[in-house]
Nanobody
Framework: QVQLVESGGGLVQAGGSLRLSCAAS????????VGWYRQALREQRELIAS???????NYAEPVKGRFAISRDNAKNTVYLQMNSLKPEDTAVYYC???????????????WGQGTQVTVSS
């Protein structure tokens, strides 16, 4: 079994910062691509940042220049540093990781349970 646990969410004022973590645990051979998604109330879930195992990154336009995704492969953990937060960043943030459980197994995508980020104006 594989678990993804997000942490680091909370309430912050506009202009503030938060750092989210996504930790994978369980029977894991390797964690490959990981994405951070968010879902605001009554909105669809959207991909905002992703990172490959080697560290290649991509960002959605609304967060470019403000958010930074990084990872520690030794800890099977991916981070999302969020700076200059805006009220429109308020959402539940989820991580999605592509995990190979064993050397010979195929890749499976897992979701975390989400962490709430609320930005007050």
């Amino acid at each position: 079994q594989v678990q993804l646990v997000e942490s680091g969410g909370g309430l912050v004022q506009a202009g503030g910062s938060l750092r989210l973590s996504c930790a994978a645990s369980g029977s894991i051979f390797r964690v490959d691509d990981v994405g951070w998604y968010r879902q605001a109330l009554r909105e669809q879930r959207e991909l905002i940042a992703s990172i490959t195992r080697s560290g290649g990154t991509n960002y959605a336009e609304p967060v470019k220049g403000r958010f930074a995704i990084s990872r520690d492969n030794a800890k099977n953990t991916v981070y999302l540093q969020m700076n200059s937060l805006k009220p429109e960043d308020t959402a539940v943030y989820y991580c999605n990781a592509h995990v190979r459980r064993y050397r010979w197994s195929s890749m499976t995508a897992y979701w975390g349970q989400g962490t709430q980020v609320t930005v007050s104006s």
